[in-house]
């Protein structure tokens, strides 16, 4: 049940790094899709960079407290649903016209 629990929490705590981090990027990291005359796709990559910055925070403070093997599939799967959710919810996608 604690597992659980520290899933839906770091689950939460990814998706809610992965959205500020692509609509207030700090590094201004964009990747170009699609180019045409008048419309532009970009993908704003710094959500992604900050979502895997926390998970390799998150899995040293694990190591430290040498929970690595209890915890840690736990954290890769919150981060993985999180990565899931926040493409299919189209974070960092961005579409410019001109």
């Known amino acids: ?41 970009l993908f704003v990559a710094d959500g992604i960079l900050l979502m895997l910055s926390l998970y390799a925070i998150i899995a040293v403070v694990e190591a430290l407290m040498k929970r690595i093997r209890t915890a840690f599939p736990w954290t890769s799967a919150a981060l993985l649903l999180a990565t899931v959710l926040g493409l299919f919810m189209k974070f960092g996608f961005i579409t410019r016209e001109f």
């Open 1 to 41: 049940m604690k597992n659980l629990l520290l899933l839906c929490v770091q689950f939460a705590l990814f998706l809610i790094v992965f959205f500020a981090g692509s609509l207030f990027p700090p590094f201004h990291i964009e990747n170009v899709l699609t180019t045409t005359p008048t419309v532009t796709h």
